[in-house]
């Protein structure tokens, strides 16, 4: 459960897993993260170098996701079922949970 959680604590990385658990590219023929993954008004560059050295990495080894650096798409893991009942848990209850948990 500490795995779990550690993994969880960042948003970005709640939102990609949240964005898989909608919608999983390898299902159709667009494999990229669907656009309802919102980020906000800040500094994007310095987002995508946290999202490229930081937070794609860090669920890439939890294997929560497949990671592809050449196209930079993201797909389900084969670890990602382990963490599914926690991001639905959180996701039906979002109400319950401060704006920016997500």
Do not use: C
């Not at 658990?21 to 669907?34: K, R």
């Not at 669920?59 to 996701?65: C, P, S, V």
């Amino acid at each position: 459960m500490d795995h779990l959680l550690d993994v969880l604590a960042n948003k970005y990385r709640r939102r990609v897993l949240v964005a898989l658990l909608e919608h999983n590219p390898q299902d159709d023929h667009d494999p990229q993260i669907p656009d309802n993954v919102n980020y906000e008004a800040e500094d994007l560059e310095s987002l995508m170098i946290n999202m490229r050295h930081t937070h794609l990495p860090k669920l890439e080894d939890a294997r929560f996701i497949e990671w592809d650096r050449e196209t930079n798409t993201v797909r389900k893991g084969p670890q990602f079922e382990d963490i599914r009942p926690l991001l639905e848990l959180m996701e039906n209850h979002a109400d319950k949970f401060p704006d920016d948990w997500l």
